[in-house]
C-alpha cells in the first residue's frame, strides 16, 4: 500500500505531469485519467522520453476493465493517476468519454502498439526488452518481431512471474541489458503495479504494461477478425474462445452503468439550487 499511501500525501494531481501532457488535457472517466492521444502521439512522446534519458515513464493501457477494477483497488487506482500517459484500449472508453462530453481521438491498443512501438524501434535505434507471457512466448515473439522489422534490437526476453520474491533478479536481468523499452505482459492489474513498484530500479526510459500483446505477436493466441475489430466485438471474440473469462467480462456491463449513474449524478448536481 506504499504506493497508496505516497499519492494521498501529494494530492490528486500527478507529480510526474508533464508540460506536454497539461497541453492536452486529461479526460477522466469514474476517476482514472485516459489522455487525448493518438498513436502516433504517443509513439512522439516515447521518442522524445528516450532521447531525454531522465527516468523512467510509465504508460498504461487503460480498458474498463482496469476502471473497474480500480474502483476497488486503490493502490491500482494510484498508479493509473500517477502513470505519465494513460492511453485508451478500448472502445467503450470512447463511448464514455463522448457520453460525458469529452472527446478521445481513437483506440490506442497494447496488441496494436507492440507492433507499431517494434517498427519505430526498428527506424530510430531503440531497443526493446519483452518481459512475461508464458514460457518461450516471449521469445517467439521476439522472433516474429526482428523478422517483420529487420534491424530491429531484443536485447533481452524473460518469462518471469511478477512475484515480489522474483523482483531482485527481473530488475537485474532487465538493467543489464540495457533496453530503452520494456514491455510488461503479466495482465492488468499485476504488470502496472510491477512497474510502479520497480520503477525507482529499472534502467529503462519507457515501461508499458502490454496484457496479451506477446500471446498475439507470437501467434500463440490468435486475434478476432477485422471486421469483429472495427464492431467492437474483439471482446466477444475472446470469450467465444476462452469462455473462463465470462467472470471478467461481467465488469463491461458494471462499467457501462457505472457511467449512466455517474452522468445522472452530475446532472442531478448541477440542476440542485444553490
Known sequence: MRLYRDFQSKGNRPANM????????????????????TFDQMLD????????????H???????????????????????????????????LLFAARYLGHRL????????GTPLIAQRAAREGWSLFLLGAG?????????????????LRVVGTWAGSPA???????????NAAG???????????RQDLWIARNRDRLDVSVAIGVGGSLDFVAGVVPRAPRWMRRLALEWLFRLMRQPWRWRRMLRLPRFVWAVLRHRERAIAQEGEPS
Not at 71 to 87: G, H, I, K, S, Y
Not at 105 to 112: A, C, H, K, Q
Not at 179 to 189: E, F, K, N, R, T
Open 18 to 37: 508533464t508540460a506536454q501532457a497539461e497541453a492536452h488535457p486529461r479526460v477522466t472517466i469514474l476517476g482514472v485519467p485516459i489522455d487525448p492521444v
Open 45 to 56: 512522446r516515447i521518442a522524445t522520453w528516450i532521447a531525454a534519458g531522465d527516468r523512467l
Open 58 to 92: 510509465q504508460i498504461c493501457t487503460v480498458s474498463p476493465e482496469f476502471v473497474m477494477i480500480a474502483q476497488d483497488n486503490p493502490e491500482f487506482m494510484c498508479v493509473l493517476r500517477t502513470a505519465d500517459l494513460c492511453v485508451a484500449d478500448g472502445v467503450g
Open 105 to 112: 481521438p481513437e483506440r490506442v491498443t497494447g496488441s496494436d
Open 135 to 151: 514460457p518461450g512466448v516471449a521469445e517467439r515473439a521476439a522472433d516474429r518481431l526482428i523478422r517483420q522489422n529487420p534491424g
Open 164 to 174: 515480489p520474491e522474483e523482483e531482485e533478479e527481473i530488475v537485474a536481468r532487465v
Open 179 to 189: 533496453a530503452d523499452i520494456l514491455l510488461v505482459a503479466y495482465g492488468a492489474p
